[in-house]
């Protein structure tokens, strides 16, 4: 069974740092391409970034484009999204997604 | 960016009625491939997006196949035969295939 586990989020001030990670497992990881979408509560989805099998492209969205990075350890299975600069817009619920599988989403809180 | 309209937003359908959602979007999707990368997902109250369909028309696994996509170029619509209880939740649509990814703003089903 295809499995994403996304993990990290939690609250943290205007400024800050916070680095995501998505735990894979049911599939060859290291096969596929791997996406970021985050969710503000009550509203729709926006795609963030992905990230190709190899690790060696990636795209993000305007306006996350300098602050967030996204990465993968394919040794570990395991997807990230390091998160800088953090706004008070960029409060959402972040899913790890890939082969068409969306993780249960972890909350990132941005307030002061 | 490509800007995906879905219609209508909110769908209010009797059990045992079809029902339908339109999404429209601002360029074709059709790849040199030949496919049409048009994906349709649903988010049901308290869960995380679940994809119903990909690529236009192909029913991911597990999903009955009551549902069915179709459309062309830059008109897509998702249909259910017969609307059951668990169909209820918000649908989705969203392209893969111009950058940045985007999602149409949902179209919320609710049994009458």
């Known amino acids: 069974e295809v499995q994403l586990v996304e993990s990290g989020g939690g609250l943290v001030q205007p400024g800050g740092s916070l680095r995501l990670s998505c735990a894979a497992s049911?599939?060859?990881?290291?096969?596929?391409?791997m996406h970021w979408v985050r969710q503000v509560p009550g509203k729709g989805l926006v795609w963030v970034s992905c990230?190709?099998?190899?690790?060696?492209?990636?795209t993000y969205a305007d306006s996350v484009k300098g602050r967030f990075t996204i990465s993968r350890d394919n040794a570990k299975n395991t997807l990230h999204l390091q998160m800088n600069s953090l706004r008070a817009e960029d409060t959402a619920v972040f899913y790890c997604?890939?082969?068409?599988?969306w993780g249960q989403g972890t909350l990132v809180t941005v307030s002061s | 960016d490509v800007v995906m309209t879905q219609s209508p937003p909110s769908l209010p359908v009797t059990l045992g009625q079809p029902a339908s959602i339109s999404c429209r979007s601002s360029?074709?999707?059709?790849?040199?491939?030949?496919?049409?990368?048009l994906n349709w997902f649903l988010q049901r109250p308290g869960q995380s997006p679940r994809r119903l369909i990909y690529?236009?028309?192909n029913r991911d696994s597990g999903v009955p196949d009551r549902f069915s996509g179709s459309g062309s170029g830059t008109d897509f619509t998702l249909k259910i035969s017969r609307v059951e209880a668990e169909d209820v939740g918000v649908y989705y649509c969203?392209?893969?295939?111009?950058?940045?990814?985007?999602f149409g703003q949902g179209t919320k089903l609710e049994i009458k």
């Open positions: 997604v890939g082969v068409g599988t």
């Open positions: 049911g599939f060859t990881f290291s096969s596929y391409w």
């Open positions: 990230i190709s099998p190899d690790g060696s492209s990636t």
């Open positions: 360029q074709s999707l059709v790849h040199s491939d030949g496919n049409t990368y």
């Open positions: 690529n236009l028309s």
């Open positions: 969203m392209q893969d295939i111009h950058w940045p990814y985007t």
